[in-house]
Every structure is written in C-alpha cells, then in structure tokens.
C-alpha cells in the first residue's frame, strides 16, 4: 500500500514540471485578461488588444486550458485508475487545443502583432500552429481506432507544440543572459522569429524522444514475451 501511495505520488512530477513550464504564458495571458476586462493596462502594448479582442481572448483561455489538462493527462496514475476521468479530460483537451490553434493561426494571419513581430514569425507560427491542430486530429482518428500507442504519439507531439510558448520564454530569457554582456538587448525581428521557431523544435524533438522510448518498450516488451 505504501509503496502504491509512493508510486502515485511520484507520478505527479511530470505535470507539475509541465505546469510550471506553462507558467510564464499562462500568468502573462492572466495578466492581458484582467487588462482587457478591466480596460487598464498592466502589460506592453499589444495592437492585437484593440483590433482583435475577441479572438485573442479565445486564443489565451483555450491555451490556459489546454496547458492544465494536457498536464494532468501525463499522470501514469490517473490514466490507469481513472480511465474514465482520462477520456473525459481528453474530450475537453482536444476542443481546446484545436481551438488554441486556430485561434493562433487566425492571429497570425488576419492581426497585427507585437513591434517585432514579422512575416517570419507569422509563418513560423501558421506552420506549426498547423501541425499541432493536425496532431491533434490525428490523435482523435487514431484513439476512434483504438490505436492507443498512435493516438498517444500524436497528443504528446500536438501538447508539446502548445507548450511552446513556455519554452520560448526560457529560450528568449537566455538570449538575454548571453547578450546582456555585450549590450545587444532585445532581439530583432528575425532573431525573435527564429527563437520561437528553437523553442517549438526544443519541443517536438523532446517529444518524439519520449514516442521512440516508448516504442522501443512496446518492442521489448513483445519479444521477451
């Protein structure tokens, strides 16, 4: 009994590792949801604010959501002893995704942004805002299948780009540790497009890390049976 409590309880690490990596954008998109409802500003100017609230109100709420459910979905002990609380999150978390990414292509496409946000930018973010509503979709065929090994592959893969806003802070926090020495401040549009662009890739190469490990226990697991 004590070892199961110790079990479950270790399992929890991943989604509280997970959380605190959202933290940085969910706490930001708080922040932008207090300023649009109370009409004060208490973050940078964003364009976006004035001429596309709707949209960027869908965009931060369905992100928040995703980024708690996806993590509580990484819980070894919830998916084996609550399938059902699984599958039930899994319904929300898959609206909530597709509607995170097309929130976010939407954006991309038809809204100004920041003051260095550019053309670059906006293609990185219509590319892989495209392939994680793809993952997403191919995840939800897969488990209508009950090909539970493909549709995990491929939410890990869709979670992991929606965690790349959390990345990205990391990932543009140590662009300013190494530049701040030489007195480079902020990036430039290019570097800051090419920064989100690392930040997604740091993020589906850790994800298909963690597919292939699997997989490659699946394979041993059927030869030494």
């Not at 942004?113 to 670059?120: E, F, I, N, Y």
């Not at 989100?196 to 699946?218: C, D, P, S």
């Amino acid at each position: 009994m004590t070892d199961e409590g110790g079990s479950a309880r270790a399992g929890w690490h991943v989604p509280v590792l997970l959380i605190a990596l959202g933290a940085v954008p969910m706490v930001a998109g708080a922040l932008r949801l207090t300023e649009l409802t109370l009409g004060a500003q208490v973050m940078p100017d964003n364009p976006r604010v004035h001429t596309a609230a709707l949209p960027l109100v869908l965009h931060i709420v369905s992100v928040m959501a995703y980024t708690l459910l996806g993590a509580f979905q990484f819980a070894p002990g919830l998916r084996r002893r609550r399938p059902g609380r699984h599958r039930a999150a899994g319904r929300l978390l898959v609206p909530c995704g597709l509607l995170a990414a097309l929130s976010g292509i939407w954006l991309a496409l038809f809204s100004a942004g920041g003051a260095h946000d550019g053309p670059l930018l906006a293609a990185f973010r219509l590319g892989f805002g495209s392939i994680m509503a793809l993952s997403l979709l191919l995840g939800l065929a897969a488990i209508l299948r009950r090909d539970v090994a493909r549709h995990r592959a491929w939410m890990i893969r869709g979670y992991a780009i929606g965690l790349g806003a959390g990345t990205q802070a990391l990932v543009i926090a140590l662009w300013y540790l190494v530049t701040a020495p030489a007195g480079l401040g902020a990036p430039g549009e290019t570097a800051l497009a090419l920064l989100h662009a690392a930040a997604w890739t740091i993020n589906l190469a850790v994800a298909e890390r963690i597919v292939r490990a699997a997989r490659r226990g699946r394979t041993r697991a059927r030869v030494a049976a």
